[in-house]
């Protein structure tokens, strides 16, 4: 037999939508073993038509005893196991030139697993795991979950044994649609539960609960399991830098940033070379406000990349350079450093070009230092450097978040507006910039390619494009491509809107409401304000969310208005009230924001964004009380509240840095408008 032969291991059960590709990647192999534990779909016939040996046992709560049935049936030199959700990258001829150069001693090699986690191919976590090894009686798999071959092969050869390797392998299954689909949560949580009945304080155990719960959205409870398994587990435990690293982002998940901060400051003595824990560190600190300590654990990220071949490291893709300079550009910009951040956006490019947060905010720092928007979309196109339809819509949102609609609308042309998202930016661009009867023609165009949800965003631009054409009344171009019930929501506005509103009666249906109040915000989003207000004279009940909606838009003085006249007939909801307290700080009337910000608290006396808005208000008091204490002093200079003003002027400071304050939409175009 070949010295190097390689034989793939596989389990299955109910895996025919992701076994073909699995199969498709090993498809090489000496020998291919599938051990089925009762599956009722076709994928024993998918794992024979590959040439599978295929093995059929009663599953039995233990994935150690299928992973042992192929070991006893392996008539190779090498084995390779891979799960029916992961498909091998690097191809098998590859893997067999490696082994060729692979010294005796090696038994086992870690390959690099790239688990998708998302939709969005940069969200993915990468780890190594030992996967390959040479066949020898004495291994045998143990755990009935998460099973393990490494502890067999060092009890007989030693942690030296085994070798890392560049191998590749892309894991599908923590992806929402089959991590759900296939009920892995429960699974693994029971499997986990007898387990820990036979050992209750193992802490590998404990690690894998936690996790596990962690993928249910449970958080205090993989809290709870991850912080025991930390107590219980020694310091040398491979998986304990993980661990720690899960637990982080649980607490910045439950906003525990100083049970965080304590961790990481300790843990990173140790883990120094670990570029995940030092990102996380930057976040906890970003979150608090403490930007300059911030930035420096970002750049303590980007200085570690070593740690992300650490095999003993799980990583998230782009940790050690895109992810840490985008979120330092963040900082150089909200500090007004625009040339630093617009540096820091450009290199965080050069590792992820489609990185939006990155574009957007390389796109807003030119614009601050008076680039012309034609020269930044020149800019974006250099760096995003597009080939299909498709590379065009993150150049796109970024030229959105500069609020560039000229630029976008050059986007208009049949190639690019064939792609359903670019051909709604273009319209919302070219009814922005008042081109209605040009939106109105792409939409007559291309309108009919669109899914439901896109023809409903569709047609709420439409509508809105048609009212501000003077048409008078909806057009049949646009009811044409409606379903019947929508049809008749979309009738009853408009021929609302053609009558006074001193003749209706003002008592609508829910859904009629709900469609009010979506055209309302869109014809705010699109500057569009003569519709909304139309709207609203007819539906009152939709003054609430155009003066929020204005308020979100940068128009703070027609929704200050509105919001002060709602809130004496007391029909301000949570939300609205927070920004009329913003609106009030904004304005520098620190008691009556006060006032009202401590009025939510008697409701939510645990919201952050409250508790934080009251402080400011109240430092903000006694800055000026200080300030005329200080009018009042015979040599101000030397005045003990000096100190006090500055200590102060510096917890204000660190305050807005937390983002507690309401971001609005940046706007050139943004008017203000009087409701009569």
Known sequence: MNEHSIGVHIIIRDEAELLPQCLESVQHADEIIVVDTGSKDSSVNIARSYGAHVITIDWEDDFSKPRNEALRHANTKWILVIDADERLLTPLHIVKEQLTSIESHIQALTVTIDNLVS??????????????????????????????????????????????SDIQITHFGYLPKFLHNKNKVARNEALLRISLEETPDDPFLLYNMGVTYCQAGQLELAQAYLEQSLSLGPNNQSYRANLIRDLCKIYYEQNLTKQM?????????????????????????ERQGLLERAYDAYQNAVSCTIGTQNPLYITEMGVANYLPLCHMGMIAHQLGRMADAARLFHQSL????????????IASSFQHLDVPNDDIHTLLQQIVHPITTEDHIPIIEALNEIQAHESIASYSQPSYVSEPSILLAVCAALITISHFDDASNLFNQHVSRLSYDELTAACHMWSICQWQQDLGELQDSLYSKMSLPMCKRYEFVDQLLQIPSDTTDHDYPKDILDLVMHLVRQAVSLYQPEIAQRLIEHFPEGKLTYAKTLYLYGDTMTAADMLLSLLQQDLLDYEARIYLGEILVDKGHYSQAAELFEQLLQNNSKDEKIITAVSVCYLHLAESYILEALSLADNQLISPLQEDLRSIQSAILLLNRTGWHTTRCPSAKTQEIRHE
Do not use: C
């Not at 939709?119 to 030992?130: D, F, G, T, Y």
């Not at 040479?134 to 007989?156: L, N, T």
């Not at 901060?261 to 883990?271: Q, S």
């Open 261 to 285: 901060d304590i961790l990481l400051i300790h843990e990173l003595e140790r883990y120094s070379d670990y570029p995940d824990l030092h990102f996380l560190l930057g976040q906890s600190l």
């Open 119 to 164: 939709s969005q191919p940069e969200n993915r976590v990468i780890h190594q795991a030992l996967r390959l090894f040479r066949r020898d009686g004495d291994y045998e798999f143990r755990g009935i979950i998460h099973e393990q071959v490494e502890p067999s092969i060092i009890e007989k050869h030693g942690h030296s044994a085994i070798f890392s």
């Open 350 to 361: 050069q590792f992820n070009s489609i990185n939006i947060p990155a574009l957007k905010g």
